[in-house]
């Protein structure tokens, strides 16, 4: 067979639009990660970090967490927060334009509190981007025994989809919550949930990732 451009092309698009992986979704052997749904960027008008779209999903995001307890499907909430004294974040980070602006965080980050995280959830404090760089997360993972986790939180094209390929290069099975997570340009989200559907990613709603996780 001569593999055409046209073909190639059509077959690339498709995979982008269409997309499903093919693995199952067990409760069982699953984690629901919670990325960076602090005051900061969810808390209305708070910080120039506000992402409103999280704000906005953010009661959707609860029921799924509500779900992933009845299902006994752990919950791990992370936080991008100032550790180590900025030591083990990276240095390229302070010449973005992410990182123009003078305003700084009066504290310690905190989950919103509306979200109601519980006690006994861990949260993990990270120094960038993704939840796995110099963090405990494979090994606590590793220690539930769980190998697919539920990327959901904000934002979409940063901190969830950089932690969604790092999920994906260590071995996990991933699912990314498509209407539970948010990015800070509505415009950015569909091509960001595009690649992770072709090469990355189980993308499905929060009602589907409820119903497989019942199932």
């Not at 919950?75 to 004294?85: K, P, Y």
């Not at 992770?196 to 189980?202: H, P, V």
Request: net charge neutral; aromatic share 10%; glycine share 6%.
């Amino acid at each position: 067979m001569a593999y055409t451009e046209e073909w190639v092309t059509a077959r690339a698009r498709d995979a982008y639009a269409h997309g499903r992986a093919s693995f199952d979704v067990r409760a069982e052997r699953t984690a629901l990660l919670v990325i960076d749904m602090q005051d900061e960027f969810v808390r209305p008008g708070w910080s120039p970090y506000w992402v409103p779209e999280a704000t906005r999903m953010a009661p959707r995001l609860r029921r799924l967490v509500t779900a992933c307890r009845a299902a006994s499907v752990p919950v791990i909430w992370t936080i991008f927060d100032d550790t180590h004294l900025g030591l083990d974040r990276p240095h390229a980070l302070r010449y973005l334009p992410h990182a123009a602006t003078d305003w700084r965080r009066p504290g310690p980050a905190e989950v919103w509190e509306p979200l109601g995280r519980r006690p006994d959830e861990a949260v993990i404090r990270k120094p960038s981007y993704g939840a796995f760089y110099d963090t405990p997360l494979d090994t606590m993972l590793r220690n539930l025994g769980r190998d697919t986790v539920v990327v959901t939180g904000t934002l979409t094209n940063y901190c969830c989809g950089t932690t969604a390929r790092q999920a994906y290069e260590r071995g996990y099975k991933v699912v990314f919550g498509s209407d539970v997570t948010a990015t800070d340009d509505e415009s950015r989200q569909e091509p960001e949930l595009a690649v992770l559907r072709k090469g990355f990613a189980l993308v499905l709603t929060a009602e589907e990732i409820a119903g497989r996780l019942a199932a």
